[in-house]
Structure formats: C-alpha cells, structure tokens
C-alpha cells in the first residue's frame, strides 16, 4: 500500500512515496513556479502509482479549518500566484483518495515526533529558525491547532540592550522572527550569516531572542523535548549559545528534562517535512 | 449520583457536593491551615455524604505527571507544611473511588469552557491576574498539559519605556507575574490596586504587559476565546485597556474572533474554580 507526500515550500516542492513503514520509497523535487505548473509537476509524478492516500505540508498560512469556507487553501502569501489558491481542492479534484493537509512546520514536528529527534514522545515541539522562523507542536501525540495553526515565530520578545536593529518583520519590527530569523543578520551586518564569525555578538542577540522564546513554549505547553531546525542553528556553536541563554532566563522555575535532552537537533535533516507528510497520509487514511 | 469537588487555595478551601449536572448542591468554605487541620475539615463534610468520584483542583505547583514517584504531591510552595505534601494521597487513603486532580486555575478553566463564559468551544484558555498569573488552556476538549502543569504566568515580557518598576517575581524580577499580577501595583506604588486613580500610568504598563502575554498564548495556541479574571481584571476599564494593547501588539497578524468574542470577562465569577472541580469530578468517575 503506497502513500503520496507533499513538502510545498516557497521555493521548492518535494513529492514522495511511502509506505505504510513511513519509509520513502521514491523522491522528487522541483522549483515551485505557478500552482498551475507547479501542480501538474506533481500530478505527472503521483500519477505514476496507485496510492491510498496522500499528505500535505505546505507553506502558509494556510486554513486548516475545517468549517472555514476557505478550509485548505493558501492564505495572504507575498507569493502572490499562490494567494487564495484552493491547493487542497485542486488535489480532491484530480485524486479522490483521503488527503492530510497541515503546514510544511507541523509535517516536520511530525515527522521529528514519530521517527526523528523527539521518537516515543508525546509532548514535543519542532521550530525552525531559517528565513523566517515556524513551530509547530505535539500535544499527547496530535498536531497543537485551535481555530488556526499556531504561529509561533511572532512572540514579542525583550531587545537585548546592545542591540540596536529594528527587526524586519513587516507585522510586529521586533517581533522573534524580525530579531532572530536568518534576514536579520544581512539586516544588521549586511551579510549573510555564513559569512559572520563565530565571536560576533549578533549570535549572543540572536541566541537571547530564541531563549526567551524557548522559555514561552517550555512554560505554556511543557513539552518533552524541543528539536529546533533551520539554517540559523547551523551556525557553529549556535545550539550551545541557544541553550545557555534558555538556561539562564528560566532560572530553573519548572522542571525540565536533563538540558541536552531538551533542547536537541533534529534527526531527520532534510527529510523531517517529507517524512513527516507521509505520517500524515498513512493517519489519514 | 453525588460527586465531591475541592478548591484549595493558599487562603481557604472551599469544598462543594455537586450533582450529574454540574450543579453545586452544597458548598463550605474555611481557611486553610495545617494539612492535617484542613483534611479534616474536609473529610468532615465529605463523609457525610455518599460520593462517587473527587474533583481537585488545587494551589501549586503541583505533580500532575501519572508516572512520577511524586504524583499527587504539592511540590514547592511558600506554604511550608503543605510542601512535599501528598494530598491526593492522603485524599485517596481516606476514599476509595475515583479521584480526579488538577490545578485550582486549570479547574477554573474548564469550569469556564464548558459551562462559563467559553461554553460551547472546544479552544480555550482562562488567565487569573490577582495575587499571582495563571492560566490554564483547553485544547481540543481537553486540559493542555505535557510533563506538568503550565506555568503560563512566567513569560518574560518586554519592558515599558517608562515604567522604571523591576518586579517582583523572585525567580524572574520583572516576568510578566512579576510585572502584571496585583503586588507589583503595591511594590511600585506603596498602596493596593483598588486605591489606585483609573487614569493613573500604571494601568498602562499592566496591560502593555498582558497584551503581549495574550500575543503570545494566541500565536502559540490559536484559542477560540480567552476569559480574564483575577482581582486586577476588576480594576475599572481594565478589560478594554487590555484588548486595546493587545489589538495593538497583534497587529492583525493572525485572524481572530471579534474582539469583544475574544477577550472576555468570566461568566461563572467566583464559582469558577469549584464548578470546575465538580467537572473533574463527573468527567473521572
Ligand atoms: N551556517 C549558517 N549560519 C547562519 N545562518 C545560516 C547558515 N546557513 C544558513 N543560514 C541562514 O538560514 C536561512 C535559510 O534557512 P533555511 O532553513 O535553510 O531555509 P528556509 O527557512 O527558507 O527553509 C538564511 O537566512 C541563511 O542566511
Ligand atoms: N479593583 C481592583 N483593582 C486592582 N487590583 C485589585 C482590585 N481588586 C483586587 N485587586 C488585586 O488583586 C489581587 C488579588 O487577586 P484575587 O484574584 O482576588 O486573589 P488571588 O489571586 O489571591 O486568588 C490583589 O493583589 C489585589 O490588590
Ligand atoms: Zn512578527
Ligand atoms: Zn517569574
């Protein structure tokens, strides 16, 4: 029995099977251009099987409402084609097989949950600090959504005094993301974050931004274990500095596992989203 | 079919008999003293009556992790003989039937969800801002916890400009318990918040912080309606000051409900918390 997966990313999509294992079976990707274009790349690649069910983890926001008249499509997006795009209905037109449908950072935290980093937990959480920064959250073993999915990369954080940038979220300015997503270093050093030494004090801001944001997630959901992905944590020494920093403003007020238990990498790399969409089609069906 | 429910604050207990319906059939009330004093209080008016289940919903911090050694327990208080105290221990040792035991916020928050001012949501969350902050989340039906309770009260929050007050939280200085809940109108002003003038700044400052405290619970949980109580929220204009920084800070980043839906007063007032134990109670038996 075979599965189809969708991590539809901004930039890219990648399409794969799997199997009831959640094992891959096969993996494609390709530039994402127009939902028209970039839809019939994916219908050329899953029509090729017979497949039982399909997930989806896609850029957003997306309405992952239900009884929203607009449940599954793309929502304001600066992708401008893909704005309003009803990509959940363009798929149920051409496959009339289950399909799961949640954001590209909830597939990742699931994949991470149920075969990465956070494996055998109930309570886990997965946040990705790249261009922009995502989390997406496991509570008692299903994805965290109220009326919407969460979006965790837009808490107000505390400017570290030294700091001086203004942040580039067009929302909120200083918002985490604006502070602590990888455009801020180019924002403050005019260069990308490969670029930056390793002893340059944006990496002590960043870090304080993150670890305040840490503590927000440890004291509203208490999770087991936070798995925290993306290009910024890929800087040399980020995750040391990162977990320091949480260390630090939580000034042990609950209890939380051993530190490097806690704070972890992920397991999975660059298939935590494409694995995490074929959990999500195997549940679905 | 009666059911036992208890509330035990840090001042009183109040204890409550309760029906199928979630009805309060009888209620007492009396401070709370020694452990030992106070169970036996409890265990006067409880034997009374023929119970079929227990509601706790008590002070804290609490184990409310079934597989710890510690489950039960009241953990570290400032109250010292109820530290380290096994209360639903001693609950179960006197009555063999089915116990039910959670947080005094969180049994004030499903007091609130399912027959209060969030009745009918399956989303939820209820903030006390009195002597402390608290709150307590329903998420999909059910009380949000992972390895322990919330602690929801402890978000850092980013200071006003103007407000020179450093807080009083004794783990975080200025959290927003630190800066928000009642004592920190005493620790800036030297008088209690009932004495202080409605145009005074300070009102300023508390909402500023619990504006961008319900940022947060809002990106990160997407509730359908949030319900504020607590002394503060008694503070003349204090709701509309709040929604007004709130809306402020949020910044139409997310979709929410109407903001007169949104951020509500309670609807149960002072019987929140018992309401909620009788809940726990039915739901456990
Ligand atoms: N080694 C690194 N150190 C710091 N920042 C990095 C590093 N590698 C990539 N980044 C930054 O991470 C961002 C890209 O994140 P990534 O997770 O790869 O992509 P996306 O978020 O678009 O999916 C860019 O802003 C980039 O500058
Ligand atoms: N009208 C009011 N305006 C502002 N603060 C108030 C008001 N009434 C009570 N408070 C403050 O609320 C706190 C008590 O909160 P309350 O919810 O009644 O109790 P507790 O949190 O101890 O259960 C005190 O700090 C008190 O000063
Ligand atoms: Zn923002
Ligand atoms: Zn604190």
Request: charge should be negative; charged fraction near 20%; glycine fraction near 22%.
């Given at each position: 029995m075979l599965v189809g997966a969708i991590e539809a990313g901004g930039t890219k999509f990648v399409c794969a099977i799997g199997n009831e294992k959640n094992e891959i079976i096969e993996r494609v990707s390709f530039p994402t251009t127009t939902p028209e274009e970039t839809l019939r790349s994916v219908f050329n690649f899953f029509d090729q099987y017979s497949l039982a069910s399909i997930g989806i983890g896609s850029f957003?926001?997306?309405?992952?409402?239900?009884?929203?008249?607009?449940?599954?499509y793309i929502l304001s997006t600066p992708k401008i084609p893909w704005k309003n795009f009803n990509f959940l209905g363009a798929m149920k037109e051409r496959y009339s097989i289950p399909i799961g449908w949640t954001t590209d950072v909830n597939a990742a935290a699931l994949g991470e949950s149920k075969l990465g980093a956070a494996k055998g937990l109930k309570n886990t959480m997965y946040i990705t600090i790249g261009t922009g920064i995502g989390a997406g959250a496991i509570v008692n073993g299903e994805l965290l959504a109220g009326i919407?999915?969460?979006?965790?990369?837009h808490l107000l954080v505390r400017p570290h005094d030294k700091d001086g940038y203004e942040g580039f979220c067009p929302y909120h300015g200083n918002c985490l993301e604006g502070m602590a997503a990888g455009p801020s270093i180019n924002g403050r050093l005019g260069r990308a974050g490969k670029d930056v030494d390793v002893d340059h004090e944006v990496w002590g801001f960043m870090s304080y931004y993150i670890g305040q944001a840490l503590v927000a997630y440890t004291v509203i959901l208490r999770p087991e274990r936070i798995v925290l992905g993306g290009g910024v944590m890929n800087a040399p020494g980020m995750l040391e500095k990162v977990k320091k920093q949480f260390s630090s403003l939580l000034a042990n007020y609950v209890p939380i596992p051993e530190l490097d238990n806690y704070l972890v990498k992920p397991g999975l790399r660059d298939n935590a989203g494409i694995t995490g969409s074929i959990i999500l089609a195997n549940e679905v069906k």
């Open positions: 957003g926001p997306i309405d992952i409402n239900e009884s929203s008249d607009t449940y599954g919407g999915h969460p979006e965790m990369g």
